[in-house]
């Protein structure tokens, strides 16, 4: 059974047996006699103590060893070196040569250990990351400033990859840190090596005439410094603003899109991810809000850092949104891969229906989406819009085209409906092109073409679409209603429109189906006609111009494009005419 004494080292309690703890107490004693009291030197005995704190700290063991004993000081002191170490070196006469020689044999030597990947406070131009990689790797930090500039300018991933590495990289704070930063042993011989060349550094400082030119060219390069700093304030508040702005309107962007999936709809919604089922849209609609959105959080939180000096992100956060923004990123390019594929194959599927012979077939459409009180259960059945109360904006779609073709004068009209879709195999884009409901009705002479056609059992948007073709007797008569215009292909809708007394106020248009195809049963308006109807609009147009016309004295006034004269003189006013030659 030991007695044990409770200490305080660097915040950190420690339990230690009564033995342990006289020799530890005897050390620190020699410590700070050999360093003395000065202002300087409190700073490396209390960077030796955190150093002996973490030493101990690494001896302890919950549960099993909570004790620091006698063996574990001794393994600390030895490690740490003794002050009878180097006391003789110094105390030798440096004005004997044998001395000299003897000094520098038992001068300490710095032990070199793993290095430790951290920020270098004392030569920074920002963060301290260059510095920090060049202790690292043994080079000079103006090779790794320099790489870091060309990644700027290729590509601009410097920036993004300097942001992180100073999230990620701690600082070296104390002296302990900054020793493990260069692969030195943080023992009791190199905090002494540390504390002379400050101490020889400082001494330097103040004497000499050179270092009095030099504390003045550190002055301007502070002053010019400082104003460079201020420049880059404002920038960081600049890009400290655009980067909070566009985190806002990503998230806002990011939420209406997800209504959207929820069935809270909005014009806000993405059209590429229309094409993903809603389990995979939402997924996908999350990695690429986090794919952007990391980068701009970790500049505006590294904006924060610079501008007001607050903690830096906890290292495990770090890692985790870097983490998190590699799945993002690898995310988005799987979701794209696996759409595009699902697109490869096309599957076309014919359907002929025959309609009755009519001495005038008429075609017009049908809004499906507006229904009559007295046709809409028919209408139902006839469109095949049972939709158990599903909102129909999210299973109708337009892209119908509608043509006509000619077939012998005694046979029998049809018309050939194909439905087209596209899927990763040649049997879903059959299946997807199956699932299109859309079909003309006949309705006496009329002939109805639904507005929309219909995407049956929750079918993606995989570029399906609808070809008609009326295939009708040469010499038939048809009427087409102004309504279908915009379905109609491979001819002029507009052109024969015009052939009527009404123009764009005409609702329908005549045709005849030749061998050719269809032609506009209206013959063309005569030439003459044109030419009278064109006159009327000039002479409509320069009476218009003689509205409001103020005619001053004594002056001859000629109507552009006419064969008038208004000649004024004194209070007469004199009109002439020329007749036109015939």
Same mark, same amino acid.
């Given at each position: 059974?030991?007695?044990?004494?409770?200490?305080?080292?660097?915040?950190?309690?420690?339990?230690?047996?009564?033995?342990a703890?006289?020799?530890?107490?005897?050390?620190?004693?020699?410590?700070?006699?050999?360093?003395?009291?000065?202002?300087?030197?409190k700073?490396?005995?209390?960077?030796?103590?955190?150093r002996?704190?973490?030493?101990?700290?690494?001896?302890?063991?919950?549960?099993?060893?909570?004790?620091?004993?006698?063996?574990?000081?001794?393994?600390?002191?030895?490690?740490?070196?003794?002050?009878?170490d180097?006391?003789?070196?110094?105390?030798?006469?440096?004005?004997?040569g044998?001395?000299?020689?003897?000094?520098?044999?038992?001068?300490p030597?710095?032990?070199?250990?793993?290095k430790?990947?951290?920020?270098?406070?004392?030569d920074?131009?920002?963060?301290?990351?260059?510095?920090?990689?060049?202790?690292?790797?043994g080079?000079e930090?103006?090779?790794?400033?320099?790489?870091?500039?060309?990644f700027?300018?290729i590509g601009?991933s410097?920036?993004?990859?300097?942001?992180?590495?100073?999230?990620?990289?701690?600082?070296?704070?104390?002296?302990?840190?900054?020793?493990?930063?260069?692969?030195?042993?943080?023992?009791?011989q190199?905090?002494?090596?540390s504390?002379?060349?400050?101490?020889?550094?400082?001494?330097?400082?103040?004497?000499?005439?050179g270092?009095?030119?030099g504390?003045?060219?550190?002055?301007?390069?502070?002053?010019?410094?400082?104003?460079?700093?201020?420049?880059?304030?404002?920038?960081?508040?600049?890009?400290?603003?655009?980067?909070?702005?566009?985190?806002?309107?990503?998230?806002?962007?990011?939420?209406?899109?997800?209504?959207?999936?929820?069935?809270?709809?909005?014009?806000?919604f993405?059209?590429?991810?229309k094409?993903?089922?809603?389990?995979?849209?939402?997924?996908?609609?999350?990695?690429?809000?986090l794919?952007?959105?990391?980068?701009?959080f970790?500049?505006?939180?590294?904006?924060?850092?610079?501008?007001?000096?607050?903690?830096?992100?906890?290292?495990?956060?770090?890692?985790?949104?870097?983490?998190?923004w590699?799945?993002?990123?690898?995310g988005?390019?799987?979701?794209?891969?696996?759409?595009?594929?699902?697109?490869?194959?096309?599957?076309?599927?014919?359907?002929?229906?025959?309609?009755?012979?009519?001495?005038?077939?008429?075609?017009?459409?049908?809004?499906?989406?507006?229904?009559?009180?007295?046709?809409?259960?028919?209408?139902?059945?006839?469109?095949?819009?049972?939709?158990?109360?599903?909102?129909?904006?999210?299973?109708?779609? +337009?892209?119908i =085209?509608i043509?006509?073709?000619? &077939?012998?004068?005694? /046979?029998?009209?049809? %018309?050939?409906? !194909?439905?087209?879709?596209?899927?990763?195999?040649?049997?879903?884009a059959?299946?997807?092109?199956?699932?299109?409901?859309?079909?003309?009705?006949?309705?006496?002479?009329t002939?109805?073409?639904p507005?929309?056609?219909?995407l049956?059992?929750?079918?993606?948007?995989?570029?399906?679409?609808?070809?008609?073709v009326v295939?009708?007797?040469?010499?038939?008569?048809?009427?087409l209603?102004?309504?279908?215009?915009?379905?109609?292909?491979?001819?002029?809708?507009?052109?024969?429109?015009?052939?009527?007394?009404?123009?764009?106020?005409?609702?329908?248009?005549?045709?005849?189906?030749?061998?050719?195809?269809?032609?506009?049963?209206?013959?063309?308006?005569?030439?003459?006609?044109?030419?009278?109807?064109?006159?009327?609009?000039?002479?409509?147009? +320069?009476?218009? =111009?003689?509205?409001?016309?103020? &005619?001053?004295?004594? /002056?001859?006034?000629r %109507?552009?494009g !006419?064969?008038v004269?208004?000649?004024?003189?004194?209070?007469?006013?004199?009109?002439?005419?020329?007749?036109?030659?015939?």
């Open positions: 059974m030991n007695k044990t004494i409770i200490i305080n080292i660097n915040s950190i309690v420690f339990h230690i047996e009564e033995d703890y006289d020799t530890l107490r005897s050390y620190m004693i020699d410590i700070k006699k050999h360093f003395g009291n000065t202002a300087e030197s700073e490396i005995l209390e960077d030796i103590e955190n002996i704190a973490e030493m101990f700290n690494e001896r302890i063991q919950t549960g099993r060893k909570e004790v620091i004993n006698l063996g574990d000081v001794q393994q600390v002191i030895e490690q740490m070196g003794s002050v009878s180097f006391e003789e070196s110094e105390a030798a006469p440096a004005e004997e044998f001395h000299d020689e003897q000094q520098t044999r038992q001068a030597h710095v032990e070199y250990v793993g430790k990947l951290m920020r270098d406070p004392d920074k131009m920002l963060g301290g990351v260059c510095s920090g990689l060049a202790h690292y790797f080079i930090p103006v090779w790794i400033r320099i790489l870091l500039v060309l700027v300018l601009g410097g920036v993004l990859a300097y942001i992180i590495l100073w999230i990620v990289m701690p600082i070296a704070e104390t002296r302990a840190d900054k020793m493990a930063m260069r692969g030195e042993e943080p023992n009791l190199n905090f002494k090596k504390y002379d060349e400050k101490a020889k550094g400082f001494s330097e400082t103040l004497s000499g005439t270092e009095r030119i504390r003045g060219a550190r002055t301007a390069g502070n002053l010019v410094s400082g104003c460079l700093g201020l420049i880059g304030k404002m920038i960081a508040w600049i890009m400290l603003i655009f980067a909070g702005l566009n985190l806002l309107g990503l998230f806002i962007f990011y939420m209406f899109n997800m209504m959207n999936f929820f069935g809270l709809e909005n014009p806000m993405f059209p590429p991810l094409g993903l089922a809603t389990n995979d849209g939402i997924i996908a609609l999350t990695f690429g809000f794919a952007i959105a990391i980068p701009f970790a500049l505006f939180f590294w904006l924060i850092r610079v501008l007001f000096k607050t903690d830096k992100l906890n290292s495990y956060l770090s890692l985790t949104m870097f983490a998190v590699i799945v993002s990123i690898v988005i390019v799987y979701y794209c891969i696996a759409a595009s594929q699902d697109f490869r194959e096309e599957s076309t599927i014919n359907v002929q229906k025959y309609i009755q012979p009519q001495e005038i077939y008429y075609f017009t459409e049908k809004d499906i989406r507006v229904l009559d009180a007295n046709e809409q259960d028919s209408l139902k059945s006839k469109f095949n819009i049972q939709l158990d109360g599903q909102d129909l904006r999210n299973y109708l779609h +337009r892209d =085209s043509y006509f073709e000619s &077939i012998d004068s005694l /046979s029998q009209p049809y %018309i050939q409906y !194909s439905y087209s879709a596209k899927g990763r195999t040649y049997q879903l059959s299946e997807r092109a199956d699932n299109i409901a859309y079909e003309g009705i006949q309705e006496d002479k002939i109805l073409f507005s929309h056609f219909l049956k059992k929750n079918a993606l948007d995989r570029d399906q679409r609808v070809r008609v295939y009708l007797p040469q010499g038939a008569k048809v009427v209603q102004r309504n279908i215009e915009s379905k109609i292909r491979d001819i002029s809708y507009w052109e024969c429109q015009n052939n009527y007394p009404n123009g764009s106020q005409q609702k329908y248009t005549e045709w005849t189906m030749s061998s050719t195809g269809l032609l506009c049963a209206q013959p063309p308006k005569p030439e003459k006609e044109e030419e009278q109807e064109e006159k009327e609009e000039v002479k409509s147009r +320069r009476e218009a =111009s003689l509205d409001n016309v103020t &005619i001053k004295k004594d /002056s001859v006034i %109507i552009d !006419s064969n004269t208004i000649e004024v003189k004194d209070k007469n006013v004199k009109i002439n005419t020329k007749k036109e030659e015939s």
